[in-house]
């Protein structure tokens, strides 16, 4: 997260000189109104709040196109967990799902195109405002509707796409930030207009808008860290009670269980190494209970990718993309908005690099074998 930099830029401001009159010390108030400051003034991670909203909403999409075959038995009429047994259940549960308003098919094909056109438009960020909701209705529907087949994965991507509908996840990298510098670019040349009581309200209406805008997003982001800090240190502590965690086993059942091995033979392979198994199974329990204390230094991202390695053997040995997916992209908002624009910066400057290497056109009009000596230096 980002507050921790600004108060990092506020403790860097210049100092009183000494002998000034600068009365007694408040290093407690100030920084409760840097970050108050932060709050209501400077939404934060807006980049990580971008991948969330790509990352979740691919997600989705490649789901929902995995199951399209399978889409009846699932959500549709044809279900054994039929609609009307499904709002039985929302009777007793508060559910509610879009899918059972109807039981014809054709409704229901209706809803499975709206789904997938919503979460490409997400994945977009187009409208992404008014988007985020629909998306967040469509996850709740397909997750009540099917309430016996969901797992971690969907409960985690229903949260994150109910949290999400807070923040102002289409401000960057999205068709909407490009919209919005387009106009920006357009407006530049246009002058402004003389100051009326007009102009003055809609500037007011722009600034109440402006700071509601950046407390939802900072408090969405702050429940988005808050739940994956619970959900580690919970997992993490559940693990500490087990005997099998304990003793360096727990692994091992769950390489051997026929419901978690997409690939046999490749689950009896890593079982073979028992010291391996031993440590992997201590260093996930240290990891998740250690995982919130860890947010505010550096050594959050030796976790991080300890993570990321465990999620991605969970995806290959366990068969569980979408559970894995789901927990990459919710560590992703951990990370600073300066190491997703380095990562910009990166591609840009990889995406020139073949422009380094264009060739001149040779007189007597066969290809060029040499790189062009007029190209821009990349240093």
């Known amino acids: 997260m980002e507050t921790e930099q600004a108060l990092a830029a506020h403790r860097g401001a210049p100092r009183i000189p000494a002998g000034a009159d600068a009365g007694p010390p408040r290093r407690g108030p100030e920084r409760v109104g840097v970050f108050l400051t932060v709050l209501t003034e400077r939404p934060v991670s807006l980049y990580a709040a971008a991948v969330l909203r790509i990352g979740y909403g691919l997600l989705y999409l490649v789901f929902l196109l995995r199951e399209f075959p399978h889409r009846d038995e699932i959500w549709g009429p044809g279900s054994p967990w039929t609609p009307e ?32 056109v919503t979460s490409a438009l997400f994945l977009l960020g187009w ?37 999400l509908t807070l923040t102002a996840c289409g401000r960057r990298w999205s068709l909407d930030a490009r919209r919005t510098r387009r106009r920006a670019s357009a407006g530049k040349g246009e002058s402004g207009s003389a100051g009326s009581g007009a102009d003055d309200l809609r500037h ?51 390489l051997n269980l026929d419901l978690f091995r997409p690939w046999p033979e490749l689950s009896l392979l890593a079982d073979e190494h ?19 204390f860890v947010l505010f230094g550096r050594l959050k991202y030796p976790v991080l990718t300890v993570l990321l390695g465990m999620h991605l053997g969970i995806a290959a040995l ?17 990370l600073p908005d300066r190491f997703y624009q380095s990562l910009g910066r990166l591609w840009r400057r990889t995406s020139r690099w073949p422009d380094a290497w ?15 000596q007029s190209a821009p230096s990349s240093h």
């Open 85 to 116: 047994l499904a709002r039985q259940l929302f009777g007793q549960t508060g559910w509610a799902s879009i899918l059972t308003l109807s039981d014809s098919r054709s409704y229901f094909e209706t809803c499975y195109v709206l789904a997938l």
């Open 127 to 163: 409208r992404t405002r008014a988007v985020s909701v629909l998306f967040a209705v469509v996850v709740a529907s397909f997750h009540a509707r099917a309430i016996f087949m969901t797992d971690g994965g969907d409960n985690l991507i229903l949260l994150m796409a109910i949290y």
């Open 204 to 254: 007011q209406l722009a600034m109440s808008r402006r700071t509601l805008t950046a407390v939802l997003h900072n408090c969405g982001m702050f429940v988005i860290v808050a739940q994956v800090c619970f959900l580690y240190g919970a997992a993490g502590l559940y693990k500490v009670q087990g005997a099998s965690w304990g003793n360096g086993t727990a692994l091992h059942y769950v």
């Open 274 to 292: 028992d010291v391996l198994i031993a440590v992997a199974c201590y260093l996930t329990v240290l990891v998740q209970v250690a995982f919130p």
């Open 318 to 334: 366990m068969g569980l993309p979408l559970f894995s997916g789901a927990m990459i992209t919710a560590d992703a908002a951990f």
């Open 358 to 372: 264009k060739t001149v056109a040779p007189l007597s009009g066969e290809p060029a074998l040499v790189p062009s």
